[in-house]
T-cell receptor, first 114, second 115 residues
């Protein structure tokens, strides 16, 4: 099955700096890569996703890059703000049997220091 | 439009007791999922249902059973709870296919403690 590795497990940055979280995946057939943000005690919520036919995607201060050859993808957050503090999860999935099955990384706890 | 709703939000069980976690979605999604979240382990898939009438095992199915009651509802049952099943359980749903319809929407979670 798919295996997703995520690094680092914790990350502290000064407000205004950039944060980068990296993930690798094992299944070359995976074709969908979402990123979820989970605030303390809350449910995971999608912040950005990318598909295997795209190399990079941006949404305001958030960007995701994908390298299919190396089987890794990264989340970039620029101009970090205290409200960016949360746990971030990457995930990978492949389509099949009518369902996208997500395999998650173990998460990165991001702390933005004011 | 409530999205994905789980009940209960909190539960304490004694070892050996049984219980059912309920999940309902109002987004007309075909696929539904049950995940468990443990500290430092991320979210792990227990069972999923690609469509009404089908269910399949995920990564950690042992000790659990599921029922896809209809398109809206997907329940998770613990027949004989064990302390190792202490966790936060999340139900999720998504729509298969299409360029914009694969986001998984999560419920608010059920915090289960087995003593």
């Amino acid at each position: 099955g798919e295996n997703v590795e995520q690094h680092p497990s914790t990350l502290s940055v000064q407000e205004g700096d950039s944060a980068v979280i990296k993930c690798t995946y094992s299944d070359s057939a995976s074709n969908y890569f979402p990123w979820y943000k989970q605030e303390l005690g809350k449910r995971p919520q999608l912040i950005i996703d990318i598909r295997s036919n795209v190399g990079e995607k941006k949404d305001q201060r958030i960007a995701v890059t994908l390298n299919k050859t190396a089987k890794h993808f990264s989340l970039h957050i620029t101009e970090t703000q205290p409200e960016d503090s949360a746990v971030y999860f990457c995930a990978a999935s492949r389509s099949g049997a009518g369902s996208y099955q997500l395999t998650f990384g173990k998460g990165t706890k991001l702390s933005v220091i004011p | 439009n409530a999205g994905v709703t789980q009940t209960p939000k909190f539960q304490v069980l004694k070892t050996g007791q049984s219980m059912t976690l309920q999940c309902a979605q109002d987004m007309n999604h075909n696929s539904m999922y049950w995940y468990r979240q443990d500290p430092g382990m991320g979210l792990r898939l227990i069972y999923y249902s690609a469509s009404e009438g089908t269910t399949d095992k995920g990564e950690v199915p042992n000790g659990y059973n599921v029922s896809r009651l209809n398109k809206r509802e997907f329940s998770l049952r613990l027949e004989s709870a064990a302390p190792s099943q202490t966790s936060v359980y999340f139900c999720a749903s998504s729509e298969y296919g299409g360029a914009d319809n694969t986001e998984a929407f999560f419920g608010q979670g059920t915090r289960l403690t087995v003593v």
